[in-house]
């Protein structure tokens, strides 16, 4: 009986170990199509209002803002654990009236040991993500 429980309680202990990293690659996961929802959700609304929005970073409190005009759309917080270089970009994403970005650029995205690129492509306001 003593020894069926020790077995139990390593095999805990195991699964325990193996279950954080696969959480951490559930919220990077989650973080990316978070952020590409609202990047498609921030395009229709600068179409559908015909005025400019824009997804500001403010990568210190660990969110972005969706603003068109001065007004607050959205607010969206994420992992403290993911940090964005935004300079690229001068920290935001603006996309103009008929939908295209106004000027193309790279964030980088930063998760514990792990580096992404999200690439945003000038013109119809593309953007794809990139593992380096």
Do not use: C
């Not at 951490?24 to 209002?49: C, E, G, P």
């Not at 935001?92 to 930063?110: A, E, Y």
Request: hydrophobic content about 45%; glycine content about 6%.
């Amino acid at each position: 009986m003593l020894l069926v429980l020790m077995v139990l309680q390593v095999m805990v202990g195991v699964l325990l170990l193996s279950i954080k990293p696969v959480m951490q690659t559930y919220r990077l996961h989650y973080f990316f199509k978070q952020l590409q929802t609202d990047m498609w959700y921030a395009q229709q609304v600068a179409i559908n209002s015909e005025k400019s929005v824009a997804l500001v970073f403010l990568n210190a409190e660990s969110k972005y803002l969706m603003v068109s005009g001065g007004n607050l759309i959205m607010t969206r917080d994420y992992e403290k654990d993911v940090t964005l270089q935004t300079e690229v970009i001068q920290g935001r994403v603006s996309f103009l009236q008929d939908g295209n970005v106004d000027r193309s650029g790279t964030i980088i995205v930063k998760h514990h040991e792990k580096k992404y690129r999200v690439v945003v492509l000038i013109g119809r306001g593309r953007f794809y993500v990139q593992k380096f």
